[in-house]
């Protein structure tokens, strides 16, 4: 079993920037990709981004190239969201997730509770 906690979520203005962060623990050398979803109140979870295990792959969302960036620390078991230039249509619930494989359509088996992250006009 992998536990996933994230943090970093708040309430933040249009073009402000924020960093969310998800630290895992348990069985962590059971899974290799690390990834962010978000789900914005009354749609569907959606992919943000995802990360390979030594960071050589990357992807992300079209609505968020250019603004956001995934990055992973493994000796920390962390894996961060790096948010710039928000708009109010990134207001979502944010989630980590962790798997075998990195991608936007591949499947993830843990996931973590969730981080709100609001952007205020």
């Known amino acids: 079993q992998v536990e996933l906690q994230e943090s970093g979520g708040g309430l933040v203005q249009a073009g402000d920037s924020l960093r969310l962060s998800c630290v895992a623990s348990?069985?962590?050398?059971?899974?290799?990709?690390r990834a962010w979803f978000r789900q914005a109140p009354g749609k569907e979870r959606e992919f943000v981004a995802a990360?390979?295990?030594?960071?050589?792959?990357?992807y992300y969302a079209d609505s968020v190239k250019g603004r956001f960036t995934i990055s992973r620390d493994n000796a920390k078991n962390t894996v961060y969201l790096e948010m710039n230039s928000l708009k109010t249509e990134d207001t979502a619930v944010y989630y980590c997730?962790?798997?075998?494989?990195?991608?936007?359509?591949?499947?993830?088996?843990?996931w973590g509770q969730g981080t709100q992250v609001t952007v205020s006009s």
């Open positions: 348990g069985r962590t050398l059971t899974v290799y990709a």
């Open positions: 990360i390979s295990k030594y960071s050589t792959n990357r």
């Open positions: 997730a962790a798997g075998v494989q990195a991608g936007e359509t591949v499947p993830y088996n843990f």
